[in-house]
């Protein structure tokens, strides 16, 4: 498996996210291209921003590969979830409803989260409403 670059990204709006690229060219040039947006309201305008990095030294304990694994993707599950959790309102089972709402404008925007079934998702869709499926299983705290 090849080694990518993992950039915190924040576009015009405010919203912070996460980019990979193959190298710094890669970003450089789908940037240059406005290839890469927003995933919360689509801007094409973002920029890298400074990013906290951890580092392992020699005296740090070692962890066997599989927890290694384990480890790395609960941590940014849990950092996932508790994102939306704290700056997406849940508005259950009428994200559908709620989504085409703001879509028309007659509601305010904001980020919302929610469940839709499958015919729901089609309609957004041909509505034209933008909406990311993330699945969010549930963590032990």
């Known amino acids: 498996m090849g080694y990518v670059i993992i950039y ?21 040039e789908q940037n240059a ?7 919360v309201c689509n801007s094409a305008n973002v920029e890298i921003v400074p990013s906290s990095i951890a580092i392992m030294g020699k005296s740090s304990k070692k962890l066997d590969e599989s927890n290694k694994t384990q480890a790395g993707h609960g941590t940014s599950l849990q950092t996932l979830h508790q994102y939306i959790a704290d700056n997406f309102e849940d508005v259950g089972s009428k994200f559908a409803e709620v989504a085409l709402k703001i879509h028309y ?18 309609n ?12 969010l299983p549930k963590m032990d705290s």
């Open 33 to 39: 291209r406005k290839l890469v947006c927003c995933p």
């Open 105 to 122: 404008g007659e509601e305010e925007k904001r980020n919302i989260r929610g469940t839709t079934t499958p015919q729901e998702e089609v």
């Open 8 to 28: 915190d990204i924040k576009c015009e709006n405010g919203h912070k996210f996460e980019g990979w690229f193959k190298d710094r060219w890669a970003w450089i």
């Open 124 to 135: 957004l869709k041909e509505e034209g409403v933008s909406f990311i499926k993330i699945p």
